[in-house]
Structures are given as structure tokens and as C-alpha cells.
């Protein structure tokens, strides 16, 4: 019996076949690892089209309903994580394709979080750049974290973790979501926000930890920034979607507030051309939120097993 095929997608850092003993799937599965981003469905068609398996890292890149109906090898989909926004489950379904998950921790998310929040408060990207090229000494002037209040949009797990953080830093947190309840947010060491506006117009930092749904799509719009304080910091590491990037770019020029930190972006790598690239006091990052070696080591040793176990029957981990 001829041995399947399968891609792993957007290995950017190369480091995918290191991660894992891929060796386990030898003579049953011959696996290529490609490392650069397919732009468009023609190129990734081009590429994977004869592939029965693929296995894709977080959202970098989507499959709608239209890349499965032009897939007719497909068979199998690994994800890293346990969900996927941009995976298209029901498409999936439709087209006999079983989608499994892997393991995934809320640790590095939560810990990128304050290394945005932080520089934000402290300049410390700039300040470096000053020290190695020679500019001015001490330019900016820090915001302090004691005593600030730290409002949080979503209380989940990673959400919980800054909150915790948070506290230890001798911040005043506060938390809110459309389910939210106040015994939760005790138990995380914050505060219940009787409301959005409620958390938007009294924090010094908001940090954004929801999962993107219909519900939380374009939740931080035009009018929640405006409700900011001028002084104030924002921070999304979660999904791009929840806060408008238009209106971003538009608080970040006209000076609604002090500054922004993302991880994440609407189209992602983020083209050379985006506003974003040069909004003043913004601070972006190429999604390295999930990614640490142990996180991928849980994602690609994962992805070995929930192969090995479609491979035998008994599908691993599935979504839909």
C-alpha cells in the first residue's frame, strides 16, 4: 500500500521536524514541511493538492468551504490547539474530512501579554533602540503599574493568568464579559465591571481575552475606544477580529489613547503596507503568543499522535 502524504503548513521557524518523532509515521505517511506562507488558494492547491493529510499551525492559514471543495485528496486535518476559528468544520464534515486537535497551553499567551504590557508602560523597545544607536538618554517617561487599574475583556484561562499577575504587580483588576459572573472574578482577584463602558472608561490598561465570536466580533469599535482614557494602554493578544483595526489606526493617529500593543492581525503575516506598520505609539508583534518550544513540542508531538491514531481507526482529539 502506497504511503499517504502529508504537508505541514507554515513552519515558519523550521522547526517542525525536530519537534517530534515524525520517524513513527515512516512508511506509512511521507511528510514535507514547508516553511513559507501560500497566499493565495492557487498556490496552496498547487502545493498540498495531492496531500491526504495536512496539518496547519493556529489560523496562519484558513480553510474556508471553497479550499475543501478543491482538495478532493484531503482526508485528514490536525490543527494545533483544540480550536480553530478559521477551519471551516461543517465544509469539513461535508467533505468527509476528519479534523483533530492537539494539546495547548495558556501559559505563553498570558506571559506575552505582559511583555506587551510592560514595553507599553516602560518604553522599553525604544529606550534600547535609543541606547544602541546612540539617541537620547532616558526619552520616555514610564506609566506605573501599582495602584493602576487593569481592566480585562474576557476572564478565561489566559485571562485568569494575567489577572493574577496583575495583582502581584499591585494592580486594581477588573474584568468583564457578556457572561461574566462576580463569583469568578473574585476567585481570579478582580472585580466585577458593571459593564463594558463601565471597564473601558475607568482602566489604565485594558487587555483583550475572548474567544472571537459573533458575539465579540468588532466588540472594541470606534465609539469603546473614544471611551478610553487619553492616558490609557490597550492590548489584544487574542483575536484580531474584536477590536476594528481601522478604528485603531484612527485612535492611535488623532490621540484617543496613550498606545497599543497586538499580537494579532486581520490578515496575517501583515502585509508591508499596513497602516498599522507606521501608527504612532503602536507595538506589534508577528503572533508569537503560542509560540515556545514546549507549546509546539505539545502541538507537533501531537499532531505525530493524532495521525498514528486516524492511521489505526480511532481518531484522536476531534473538532466538530
Known sequence: MAALRCAVLDDYQGVARELADWERLSGRVDVRFLDRHFATHDDLVAEIGDCEIVVVMRERTPFPAELFARLPQLRLIVTSGLRNASLDLAAAAAHQVTVCGTPSRSEPPAELTWALLLDLARGVVAESENLRTGGPWQHTLGADLAGRRLGLLGLGKIGTRVARVGTAFGMDVAAWSQNLEEER????GATLAASKEELLETSDFVSVHLVLGERTRGLVGAAELKRMRRTAYLVNTSRAAIVDQDALVQALREGWIAGAGSDVFDTEPLPLDHPLRTAP?????????????????????????????YLAGSPLRTLG
Do not use: W
Not at 185 to 188: D, L, M, R, S
Open 281 to 309: 505609539n503602536f507595538l506589534g508583534l508577528p503572533h508569537l503568543g503560542y509560540v515556545t518550544r514546549r507549546n509546539y513540542e505539545g502541538y507537533f508531538r501531537g499532531a505525530v499522535e493524532d495521525i498514528e491514531a
Open 185 to 188: 472574578a473574585t476567585a481570579a
